[in-house]
């Protein structure tokens, strides 16, 4: 019982930095978690280090554990690395793809595409975050699987204003990213390597320009008029 306690509060707390439910840079108040989980500190300070080492969390000594930071310098390296990690998982796939994987796959765009049609933001968010771990699955290297699931922690967090349109022309880009997931499907699936790069490479430009507005957004309104005014004011 204590096990699946400790397992349910690390699920819960990997989907709640993902979802932003726990912003980025948050301090995790360990005592709060302890009584909502009901573990001690022991596992859940197990906890907490396994999700350090994953990537969600920082922990420092006698400071506690705060939520990996999304600063400029993290968003900075991200768009760096986004196409160049995505790209190489996609074409390993497609070369070493297993068929239980290919169904398994299938599955989760399954389940992406209900959640699409249901409007349910932090499973369509989880579900694409799952959509591409598995594809990094099918890759088979060891060196690249664990910049991948870095990556995707805050690809997701911060894709999370891309899973909730604010307008038409939003919600229509939500749907040509999930006909993006079927091709790639497709495409892993007949070992079409060229081809898979090149959605997955078009399926991240579809994403980085909302990505890229939740990171810079536009400027408050200002009265531009009444500012220059006061500056000439005595």
């Not at 995790?28 to 994953?54: C, H, I, K, N």
């Not at 694409?128 to 664990?146: K, Q, S, T």
């Not at 400027?219 to 005014?229: F, G, N, R």
Request: net charge neutral; hydrophobic share 45%.
């Amino acid at each position: 019982m204590k096990q699946n306690r400790k397992l349910d509060c690390l699920s819960e707390i990997r989907t709640r930095i993902l979802t932003m439910g726990i912003a980025p840079g948050a301090a995790l108040d360990e005592s709060a978690l302890s009584e909502e989980f009901g573990v001690s500190r022991t596992p859940l300070r197990e906890v907490l280090q396994r999700l350090a080492g994953e990537g969600y969390v920082a922990l420092a000594d006698n400071r506690g554990a705060k939520v990996a930071s999304m600063d400029l310098s993290t968003m900075r390296t991200f768009f760096q690395t986004a196409p160049l990690i995505y790209s190489t998982v996609a074409r390993l796939a497609a070369e070493n793809r297993t068929t239980q994987q290919l169904d398994e796959l299938k599955s989760v765009q399954i389940d992406f595409k209900d959640a699409l049609a249901g409007a349910r933001p932090n499973d369509m968010s989880l579900g694409n975050h799952r959509f591409h771990e598995l594809i990094g699955e099918m890759a088979a290297n060891d060196y690249i699987m664990p910049s991948l699931r870095r990556l995707l922690i805050d690809h997701t967090r911060v894709s999370q204003m891309f899973y909730r349109p604010a307008a038409p022309v939003e919600t229509v880009a939500i749907k040509k990213a999930a006909d993006q997931h079927d091709a790639m499907i497709t495409a892993i699936a007949a070992h079409e390597v060229a081809v898979a790069v090149d959605l997955t490479l078009q399926h991240w430009d579809l994403t980085r320009d909302r990505i890229e507005r939740f990171v810079r957004p536009d400027p408050l309104p200002m009265d531009v008029i009444s500012l220059s005014e006061k500056r000439n004011a005595v």
